[in-house]
């Protein structure tokens, strides 16, 4: 059974740094690329990272390039989400999913298939001073 679970969520004030993790089970990391997707208070969820560690592509959306950096761990089944410069704008609540995609080609870099996704239970990240 195929299955996510995010930790490390946790308060920071801005310009801190947090690392999240999500641990899988169920299969191997380089089966499937692992999405990374937020959800701010009043907004819908929106993807902005994806990983596939089979080939090592790692994709970031604009407003975490260069702050936000992925990696994975094989023999944990674990990616994390090393989060730095954290803004109040970062705020919000962090899932991790996949949807059995092998890869994180655009177009479709951001977003899984909501007839297949899995995903786990969120993290809550809060960046307040």
């Known amino acids: 059974q195929v299955q996510l679970v995010e930790s490390g969520g946790g308060l920071v004030q801005p310009g801190g740094s947090l690392i999240l993790s999500c641990t899988t089970s169920?299969?191997?990391?380089?089966?499937?690329?692992i999405r990374w997707f937020r959800q701010a208070p009043g907004k819908e969820r929106e993807g902005f990272s994806c990983?596939?560690?089979?080939?090592?592509?790692?994709e970031y959306e604009n407003s975490v390039k260069g702050r936000f950096t992925m990696s994975t761990d094989s023999e944990k089944n674990t990616v994390f989400l090393q989060m730095n410069n954290l803004e109040p704008e970062d705020t919000a609540i962090y899932y991790c999913?996949?949807?059995?995609?092998?890869?994180?080609?655009?177009?479709?870099?951001?977003?899984?298939?909501?007839?297949?996704?899995?995903w786990g239970q969120g993290t809550q990240v809060t960046v307040s001073s």
């Open positions: 169920g299969f191997t990391l380089k089966d499937y690329a």
């Open positions: 999913a996949t949807d059995r995609s092998p890869s994180c080609l655009p177009p479709y870099s951001y977003t899984v298939d909501s007839r297949s996704a899995i």
């Open positions: 990983v596939d560690a089979d080939t090592g592509d790692k």
